[in-house]
């Protein structure tokens, strides 16, 4: 269901870029639909379901059945009270927002006037969308994930169908995307009743802040708001800097963004997602030694993919960029930009993967002070490089900065894990990491004979597809049949090795 709803996001960013290109009106969109996106990863889908999720279990286990009923009624309603004051506070301060997240739009009123109008639209997406994670956090402990992971496909909808049929009607197109983002929250959120309903979950929302549950929830959050977001608050740093760029900047940012989120997003979520309870019961157990063979599996399967995937983004970044996007009005000079700062972020891809991988290996102890302290630390470094780097580079330095930040993320992460003697790396490591560079070097000299991006920008649709389709494929096996041919074999990945 993920894979279907990033395939369908990629439509949906084919579409847009088509019908808008990438001028001051899609920067505008972008930094109206970033804010109410980011506040959504940063609350709602992250320190909130990691913390209600904990104290749903304990309520389950209790097995009360009328007070956890009680307790899934009084959080949707507190929760829905706080979104409810937050979106109005959001709408009517959206000058105020855009001053703060995109200052550059100052300088030309258009942008800064269009952007404020789109965000008092698409603020309120904030309300639906967390409630709607709220709704998937229950089904998931159920054991219903189809629905949780499927509603994403609804926002990408309505995107295109704004894009499509509403734009042409109206006399500021782009204007049509900030309604398909209201809409696609409100029907996100409706398309989980049913599901909730069926399992007698659907609550009755009332509002209690004192409910000791729900303090509990608020007090486990706090920490853990700042912990899970670090790479979308460094993105909201380059938006930041990047409202001051020639205009097409904050749009060029977001598509390379894209394109490295697809292989993010498949591997690094779904890798963290499977790694962290079995973190959690190792050390439920106080089995430290597997504990650090499950880190150790994890961060060979980081290696073995992050690696070549990098690669490929960085070699094949311009190909995929004309083959998705350049069209009608994203121009070749769009495409030639973006592959500036998909270069810079595809270098911290496999940063970004060890980064969800190593954060589990600290809350699953408990400990979430340590990944925000040096959270801290990687995004401060992260604000200096951008200051550094945005002169020489413009916005692809903005994104080199968010690569190198994440590597600084990773490496103390990494190093906190080995000093406390937490992780200990299992036998084999040396050679396992020569066979990945090898298999890669191989991979990237096969790459290096596909025809340059001029000639990509010359070719129709069908071209490009069938010639990109060919040299991923080429590139894939060639990096698999290296590691084959130096001993590599799927049975040596599947099984967790001993740290001991």
Not at 164 to 183: K, Q, R, S
Not at 314 to 330: E, H, K, R, S
Request: net charge positive; aromatic share 12%.
């Amino acid at each position: 269901m993920t894979l279907l709803s990033r395939l369908l996001g990629f439509v949906r960013d084919v579409v847009i870029a088509r019908f808008f290109g990438a001028d001051s009106g899609t920067d505008a969109f972008f930094v109206a639909f970033k804010i109410p996106n980011f506040l959504r990863r940063l609350f709602a889908e992250g320190a909130f379901s990691q913390a209600f999720i904990p104290v749903l279990a304990e309520y389950k286990e209790k097995g009360a059945e009328e007070a956890l009923k009680l307790f899934i009624d009084r959080t949707a309603g507190t929760l829905a009270l706080v979104l409810f004051c937050v979106s109005i506070v959001g709408v009517a301060a959206a000058p105020v927002l855009i001053m703060l997240f995109a200052p550059g739009f100052q300088v030309s009123g258009g942008d800064f006037d269009l952007s404020v109008s789109m965000l008092r639209l698409t603020f309120p997406y904030l309300f639906f969308i967390s409630l709607t994670a709220f709704a998937g956090s229950l089904l998931n402990s159920w054991g219903r994930f189809a629905v949780p992971a499927f509603t994403p496909v609804f926002l990408n909808l309505c995107l295109i169908s704004a894009a499509i049929w509403l734009a042409p009607l109206m006399d500021e197109p782009i204007m049509a995307l900030a309604w398909g983002v209201l809409l696609a929250g409100i029907v996100q959120l409706a398309f989980q009743f049913p599901a909730l309903k069926r399992l007698g979950l659907l609550p009755k929302p009332k509002i209690a802040l004192s409910d000791p549950g729900v303090r509990k929830i608020l007090t486990l959050m706090l920490p853990a708001i700042f912990a899970v977001s670090i790479t979308q608050i460094n993105l909201l740093l380059d938006t930041l800097i990047a409202s001051f760029l020639q205009p097409g900047s904050i749009t060029w940012l977001y598509y390379s963004d894209r394109l490295v989120e697809f292989p993010l997003g498949i591997f690094g979520i779904a890798l963290a997602t499977v790694i962290l309870p079995s973190l959690s019961k190792d050390h439920a157990v106080k089995d430290s030694e597997s504990f650090s063979s499950s880190l150790d599996w994890g961060l060979r399967l980081v290696l073995l993919i992050g690696v070549p995937a990098s690669i490929g983004l960085f070699m094949l970044g311009g190909p995929m960029l004309a083959t998705l996007f350049q069209y009608d009005a994203f121009s070749e000079n769009d495409v030639r930009m973006a592959e500036m700062s998909l270069r810079a972020f595809s270098f911290g891809l496999l940063a970004f993967i060890l980064v969800k991988i190593l954060v589990p290996g600290y809350t699953a102890r408990q400990d979430t002070k340590t990944p925000v302290r040096i959270g801290v630390i990687a995004m401060v470094s992260n604000m200096v490089m951008n200051l550094i780097l945005v002169f020489p580079l413009a916005h692809a330095g903005l994104a080199l900065a968010t690569a190198l930040a994440a590597y600084l993320n990773a490496g103390l992460l990494l190093k906190g894990l080995r000093q406390q003697g937490i992780y200990l790396p299992a036998k084999g490591w040396g050679l396992f990491s020569v066979k990945i560079t090898v298999a890669s070097v191989v991979m990237a000299l096969v790459l290096m004979q596909a025809e340059a991006l001029s000639q990509w920008l010359e070719w129709g649709v069908g071209e490009r597809a069938t010639q990109l389709l060919f040299w991923i494929a080429v590139g894939f096996s060639t990096y698999l049949f290296s590691l084959f041919v130096m001993g590599v074999r799927p049975s040596h990945l599947l099984n967790k090795p001993s740290s001991r």
